[in-house]
């Protein structure tokens, strides 16, 4: 069974909303989550990674004020869209590693702006 | 940063045919290895992994990939190929942080 969950799989919202997407991770603890975008046909690009406790580091270019991530507890990040654009439309995946180094990753969540 | 290399951005194959998908990573040191495969609108799930011990991984739906250290290779092979198993694959390199990084992936189409 899947070991992280991810919601919702799909949004549509309108342009200048905001948008929070869940990751959990269901039978195990995990101090760091990563956050990823990925645009059609292409691979998928790290943005953030979530520390729980403390802040997220966020790779360069992208917007930390945009991309709001919160890592409140040991099995809950979340990632929150602010006053979303049609160019933010697109796949985010969220992963988080487990001892062994094997990483888990959500089932993604199909983002359209409208 | 590590770099990983996926050579073939499309692969085209014949049902019952066998497959190779290939990986090349840049790093010198200590790694650790995957493929990830991934259906339309969905997360990726892991195919197989490399750790250490045996170079010849096998993982699930028939797959299996061989680590070769001296030309930092990672392929991905299945003898028989499904229509099932048409997806888009990722190849990963995971250094000793927790940090993942990803081919540009090989997109499968198998061929009735």
């Known amino acids: 069974g899947a070991v992280v969950s991810q919601h919702p799989s799909w949004v549509i919202c309108k342009s200048g909303t905001s948008v929070k997407i869940e990751c959990r991770s269901l039978d195990f603890q995990a101090t760091t989550m990563f956050w990823y975008r990925q645009f059609p046909k292409q691979s998928l690009m790290l943005m953030a990674t979530?520390?729980?406790?403390?802040?997220?580091?966020?790779e360069q270019g992208v917007e930390k004020d945009k991309f709001l991530i919160n890592h409140a507890s040991l099995t809950l990040s979340t990632l929150t869209v602010t006053s979303a654009h049609p160019e933010d439309s697109s796949f985010y995946i969220c992963?988080?590693?487990?001892?062994?180094?094997?990483?888990?990753f959500g089932q993604g969540t199909r983002l359209t702006v409208v | 940063a590590q770099s990983v290399t996926q050579l073939d951005s499309q692969v085209p194959v014949f049902e019952e045919a066998p497959v190779e998908l290939r990986c090349n990573y840049s790093?010198?040191?200590?790694?650790?290895l995957f493929w990830y495969v991934q259906y339309p609108n969905q997360g990726l799930q892991l195919l197989l992994k490399?750790?250490?011990?045996?170079?010849l991984v096998k993982g699930i739906n028939g797959f299996e990939a061989e680590f070769n250290k001296s030309q930092t290779s990672f392929h991905l092979r299945k003898p028989s190929v499904h229509i099932s198993d048409t997806a888009e694959y990722f190849c990963?390199?995971?250094?000793?942080?927790?940090?993942?990084?990803f081919g540009t992936g090989t997109s499968l189409t198998v061929i009735p």
């Open positions: 790093s010198s040191v200590s790694v650790y």
């Open positions: 490399y750790l250490s011990g045996s170079t």
């Open positions: 992963s988080a590693p487990r001892q062994g180094a094997e990483a888990f």
């Open positions: 990963a390199v995971k250094d000793t942080g927790n940090q993942f990084y």
């Open positions: 979530s520390n729980e406790g403390s802040k997220a580091t966020y």
